[in-house]
């Protein structure tokens, strides 16, 4: 594997392989007192980040770092981003300076495509952290993680997504990746948060949680964005969460078994209620822990991998 | 760069040898005389210069109703020199330039002077378009009176790239134009429901996570346009129709007596939003690429006279903004060279056009539309002698660097595409010779 750009496309073999080396690399760390591997010494990555995030960036930081890799982080505001620079030769300049991967969040869907394709003779490594409406991929892994690890596995299993599909990358990669290892996946939305064309997705949509919440093995909550609120997609906040939130009433509608996901940041109250959220149901501090062995897993995939084969 | 006769070397008289005139019969000669049809026939003419034809196909020479020349302010992506040769390689004797310029053709002054750089250019007669309001802001009444009447003659008025979305401006703008007996040609796009649109808004759109660009919001400003002129009894001009439902509103429409009249890109009739998965910017224009149902569409409503005419949308980019992100791209594609062997391809292989009918989307019906009365002409003794001729068995590959725009952005990079344009005659005069292969 040289990129990660999308989980549209990625077979459920690598995918697998890189889910147990997550499992893998969690375990190694497990009550370790330096939680430190050699594995990617005297690697570089390069966290290139258009818009602002933490636990992301943060996360793959942590990840390059218990790799043994040295990680530099480049955000739109502190580089030469801000004078004006394009895309292509801020990719350039970075790769030129010895960047074996780069780790790029771009609000223009397809941005780690068009990164990948001028760095192809640089044959430095691009990872997706997120462009635009289009994909999270590594979001979808560690989502596909904690599943696996609260579960015991995708395969059969009928995870329902609530919230903003239209505008969200995360419900993209995860509807890509849950469906190439056999999960059901179920769409909650209010029909102006659904994009034209989702009956060609391999889902099933429906406007009403409350009926689809008792057949779920898992939920997966959307942060709804405040532009959106004020971009009359719904009445009204208020009626938004009557609707869709998730609150203790809808959490007991669900299995005992069935646990709740939410990629952060969170909006209590809104989409979600503090109880639940902070309930043991929820899974939303694993996905973080989730995240950091993932992401280790895929800079391992990306940087590593390929050695120890050959 | 082709071989380009100027003036001093075209002769007062040309023959044109071995020509089929639309296709049709055996070959005949034609005798050019001060750029006038002087015989059409079995011709003896001693000493005088030939072009050999080789049983290729004489077309009136071709009209395009909308190019962006980008002079003057953006003479870094193209110039009324550049594009007239494009033009003219491309099979043009008369092409439109949009009034989106900087500054923009809203005035006497910035038409006469793009009128006056064709004329100087000589190599296609370069008509500039007149915004329909002040700045292409929708608000306030270009003076289309003055620029009418000015030399440069301004016929066609638009304000592309923007639409004149406020009804009752565009109600003014139709009503307007009938005592200056010139077109007001809309870039159908109600702006609310295309706020950050990227591309059509469908399938692609939902899986490459790119706003979406409805065909609603084109075809709701056409209807609403149709129902306008209509009203005022004006004449309109639709502008890259690329919907289905914008060719059955204009079916609708002219079948209840509304003078309205279309265009089709060549990109519309021959790509599809499948190409956008590459995230290359070289295939973002706007109205966007749409679905392959649509382009069959178009193509039957070109082929049945519902969309009257091809036009090319024209619109040359600097690298840099097309080399980027696609939401960061401009909207646009070179179209002058490649428009004949795309209507070809789209067109006539398919069967859907013969020549006759090639001859009328790309020179007859715009010449009409436009009012212009020495193009789009028959080819008859006495005529003018705006002709091309065009090999329609031989096929090149497109290559942007080797075209003679300035900006090299044309997304049939690498096709290989069937006709060649292999002679253009403006007035008699000759103004491109064979496209590179």
């Known amino acids: ?310 | 760069m082709s071989a380009l006769a100027s003036e001093p070397r075209t002769p007062d008289t040309l023959l044109l040898r071995n020509v089929r005139p639309y296709g049709e019969g055996d070959p005949v000669d034609v005798l050019v005389r001060h750029g006038v049809i002087a015989e059409i026939g079995a011709v003896t003419a001693d000493g005088v210069e030939t072009v050999e034809g080789n049983g290729a196909v004489l077309l009136p020479g071709f009209v395009d109703l909308h190019t962006h020349l980008r002079e003057p302010g953006r003479e870094d992506t193209e110039t009324v020199e550049t594009g007239s040769r494009a033009a003219a390689l491309g099979g043009y004797t008369a092409v439109f330039a949009m009034a989106n310029t900087d500054p923009v053709a809203d005035n006497a002054v910035v038409v006469e002077h793009v009128w006056r750089r064709g004329r100087e250019v000589g190599l296609v007669d370069v008509h500039p378009v007149g915004a329909v309001t002040v700045g292409l802001k929708g608000e306030k009444l270009a003076e289309l009176g003055t620029m009418a009447k000015s030399a440069a003659n301004v016929r066609v008025f638009s304000d592309d790239g923007h639409c004149v979305h406020d009804p009752l401006v565009m109600r003014r703008a139709l009503e307007y134009s009938k005592a200056l007996d010139v077109v007001v040609a809309q870039h159908a796009e109600e702006p609310r429901l295309t706020v950050g649109a990227q591309a059509h808004e469908g399938e692609q759109a939902a899986r490459l996570g790119l706003q979406g660009w409805p065909a609603a919001a084109e075809e709701s400003i056409v209807a609403r346009d149709c129902l306008l002129a209509l009203h005022a009894e004006a004449r309109l001009h639709v502008c890259h129709v690329s919907t289905t439902g914008t060719a059955d509103v204009l079916k609708w429409a002219k079948a209840r007596g509304t003078k309205v009249s279309a265009e089709v890109t060549p990109h519309h009739l021959l790509l599809t939003d499948d190409r956008l998965s590459t995230y290359d910017p070289v295939n973002k224009v706007n109205p966007p690429l749409r679905t392959n149902a649509d382009v069959e569409a178009l193509r039957r409503a070109l082929a049945e006279g519902v969309i009257d005419c091809v036009a090319t949308d024209h619109a040359p980019h600097a690298v840099q903004d097309k080399d980027c992100e696609w939401s960061a791209a401009r909207p646009g594609m070179l179209g002058l060279q490649t428009a004949l062997s795309v209507v070809v391809e789209a067109m006539v292989r398919t069967g859907l056009l013969d020549w006759r009918g090639v001859a009328r989307v790309m020179s007859e019906r715009p010449a009409e539309i436009a009012g212009l009365p020495d193009h789009g002409r028959p080819i008859e003794v006495g005529e003018p002698a705006n002709l091309v001729l065009v090999d329609p068995d031989a096929t090149w590959t497109v290559r942007g660097a080797e075209l003679a725009s300035v900006a090299g952005n044309t997304p049939f990079e690498g096709m290989e595409l069937p006709g060649v344009v292999t002679t253009t005659l403006l007035r008699g005069r000759v103004t491109a010779g064979r496209i590179p292969a």
Request: proline share 4%; charged share 20%.
């Open chain 1, 1 to 310: 594997m040289r990129h990660l750009l999308s989980t549209e496309g990625l077979d459920r073999a690598t995918a697998t392989s890189i889910l147990d080396t997550a499992d893998n690399l969690k375990r190694a760390l497990l009550g370790r007192e330096v939680r430190k591997l050699p594995t990617l010494r005297g690697r570089t990555v390069i966290t290139l980040f258009y818009e602002n995030s933490t636990r992301t960036r943060v996360s793959f930081e942590i990840a390059g770092k218990w790799m043994s890799a040295d990680v530099v982080n480049v955000s739109a505001g502190g580089s030469s981003v801000s004078k004006g620079e394009s895309l292509r030769d801020t990719a350039l300049t970075l790769a030129a300076a010895g960047a074996d991967c780069v780790v790029v969040r771009h609000p223009a869907s397809g941005a780690a495509h068009r990164l990948a394709g001028w760095l192809a003779e640089a044959g430095t490594s691009v990872v997706n952290a997120g462009d635009g409406m289009h994909e999270h991929p590594t979001q979808a892994l560690l989502d596909a993680a904690t599943l696996r690890e609260r579960l015991g596995s995708v395969e059969g299993r009928r995870i329902g997504i609530v919230g903003d599909v239209l505008h969200s990358r995360v419900v993209r990669s995860n509807v890509h990746l849950l469906a190439t290892l056999g999960a059901d996946v179920v769409l909650v939305a209010p029909p102006t948060l659904l994009p034209v064309g989702v009956q060609n997705w391999p889902v099933t949509v429906s406007h009403e949680l409350d009926a689809e919440l008792p057949s779920l093995d898992a939920v997966m909550l959307l942060r709804v964005q405040a532009e959106r609120m004020h971009g009359g997609f719904f009445p009204s906040a208020r009626e938004y969460s009557i609707a869709y939130g998730l609150n203790e009433n809808r959490l007991g509608l669900m299995p005992e078994h069935a646990v709740v996901l939410h990629p952060g940041p969170m909006l209590r109250g809104m989409e979600i209620a503090s109880a639940v959220a902070d309930s043991p149901r929820a899974a939303i501090t694993d996905q973080v822990r989730n995240g950091v062995h993932l992401r280790m897993a895929v800079l391992y995939h990306l940087l590593a991998h390929e050695e120890e084969a050959s």
